[in-house]
């Protein structure tokens, strides 16, 4: 039986998946599992590990492209190694890749590696850009919610509202309660 798994990052990207859906059908799958959330989410994935535990020997779980279904070689492997142990086998239509295949297990690991590998250039360019951005006074970072917040927070912990509560009605982490709370009640030292 053939198996689709469809996933986009964010509930926006409905083309993305309708399209995924599309061509999972084109490709023959009788039983498509569907999911929008993001790869690095993995506890979330709930799709994603119902479709493994679905697939039994014989079957070939279908992706569009490879990204949908991992973001690292580590994950990739484990995922691969779920689907074999199973005596199933993974079919990426976008790069034409069958694991049932010597050639088709030797292609996904490296392409694999080469996904992994192009992820973490693209992150240490982004972390460069940061640096060169704060060095020259452009790069502020995001905006804190819950600093700008501090006199609110004062307010309703000064009227007996607890944390939780002043957390909700803000907006903010509890946590962010707790800091601002505890740093305008210490000592200036």
């Known amino acids: 039986m053939l ?11 409905k083309a993305g998946i309708e ?34 535990s679905f697939i039994r020997t014989g079957d070939v779980l279908v992706v569009t492209k ?15 190694k779920g689907i074999t142990d199973k005596g199933a086998s993974l079919r990426i239509l976008g790069l034409g890749i069958d694991t049932a295949t010597p050639t088709g ?18 992150l ?7 640096a060169k951005a704060k060095a020259e006074g452009k790069y502020k970072g995001r905006k804190p919610t819950a600093v700008a917040k501090s006199a609110e927070v ?19 982490g509890r946590a962010s309660v707790y800091r601002i709370i505890s740093d305008t009640a210490a000592p200036p030292a």
């Open 105 to 122: 297990r030797l292609m996904l690991n490296m392409l694999g590696s080469v996904a992994e590998f192009e992820r973490d250039i693209m």
């Open 154 to 172: 004062q307010a309703l912990r000064a009227a007996g509202v607890g944390a939780t509560e002043i957390a909700q009605q803000l907006g903010i």
């Open 19 to 52: 399209a995924q859906e599309r061509d999972l059908l084109a490709a023959g799958c009788e039983r498509i599992f569907r999911e929008q959330v993001s790869s690095v989410d993995m506890p979330e994935r709930a799709q994603l590990a119902e479709a493994l």
């Open 124 to 130: 240490e360019r982004q972390r460069e850009g940061i």
């Open 3 to 13: 198996v689709g798994y469809a996933r986009t990052s964010t509930l926006d990207q």
């Open 66 to 80: 490879l990204d949908r279904l991992a973001r690292s070689v580590r994950h990739l492997l484990d995922v691969l």
